[in-house]
């Protein structure tokens, strides 16, 4: 049987792991708007690069606005794993407020270039 410490401090971790908060710690927070962004800015998504960022703009200068996030495999190097990662840090409008690099949990790759 568990001390009473040790039972707390179990309870606790099985909280934190269950509201998703112990893998969120360290986590960067914010969005990008992939409507507005610079290379700089798509850059910060998890698995992309700045040749990947760039295909983003050239898509949207080429195609117009993204109309749904989705529309983000249109773009080469961007396939349906990458997108799930990226998908948590994207808007189609309003202000960019992601500040860091997205680290992604298999590493970094500049993308699925699947395509």
Sequence with gaps: MLSKTRHV???LMIALV???LGAAAGAAEGKININAASVEQLALLPRIGPAVAQRI???REENGDFKSAEDLMLVRGIGEKTYERLAPYIALSGKTTLSEKVRSSRGDAEGDERR
Aim: proline letters at 0%; zero cysteines; charged letters at 10%.
């Design 57 to 59: 703009i050239e898509f």
């Design 18 to 20: 269950a509201t998703g």
């Design 9 to 11: 401090a179990w309870m």
